[in-house]
């Protein structure tokens, strides 16, 4: 069984905070390389038998434990972060997502060789720091060198609703003042 790659991946919406929890996202995690089994290993169905039948919810830890075994049975993981930077640093409760869930990633790639990480994010301070402090190779696309594409995206999508007729408009000139502001507002994202 080493020899299958295993890829997961997780987008990050601000305001869905549910799936935001660190223990959510390494659940999903989970159930994505199960995908990639032929037979779900007994110590997860262990696991998800003990706390099925139970009010009680796992501790973080042993989702991550769980993980963690199961990765070794690949033998190579891609995990995909998009939008880190839209995960919450806190919680309501005090707990601090996005530094939970990199601390994770960074535990997991330092641990399983055979882990490569592919995470998109703004430049956030905490994110940054991690990634230097990790000696995380990055790569920096800046804003100004999408604008191009951006500008082709909105024209392309104002020109298709105005084919469809989901919008109309009086004058032509109004066009290009739409896909303008579009693009300025876009600040390269």
């Known amino acids: 069984m080493n020899d299958k790659v295993g890829v997961v991946f997780a987008y990050f919406k601000y305001n869905s905070l549910a799936s935001q929890h ?32 139970d ?3 796992p501790a973080f830890d042993k989702y991550k434990d769980n993980f963690f075994r199961l990765a070794k049975s690949f033998g190579q993981i891609f995990v995909v972060l998009d939008a ?9 409760n005090g707990i601090f997502n996005r530094e939970q869930i990199m601390n994770f990633i960074f535990d997991l790639t330092n641990g399983t060789p055979c ?26 696309i800046e804003g100004e060198n ?17 084919k469809v007729k989901k919008l109309k408009l009086r004058k032509p000139a109004l066009k290009e003042k739409i896909v303008k502001m579009l693009v300025a507002n876009a600040e390269g994202m």
């Open 22 to 53: 660190p223990s959510q996202v390494v659940s999903t995690f989970i159930k994505q390389l199960c995908w990639k089994k032929e037979q779900i290993p007994q110590y997860l169905l262990d696991f998800y038998h003990t706390y099925d039948w």
């Open 115 to 140: 882990t490569k990480l592919f995470l998109t994010s703004r430049r956030e301070t905490d994110i940054r720091d991690a990634l230097k402090r990790y000696q995380t190779p990055t790569i920096q």
């Open 84 to 92: 880190l930077d839209e995960c919450q640093q806190e919680e309501e």
């Open 55 to 57: 009010a009680r919810i």
């Open 146 to 162: 999408v604008v191009e594409d951006i500008n082709a995206y909105v024209s392309d999508h104002v020109e298709d609703l105005l």
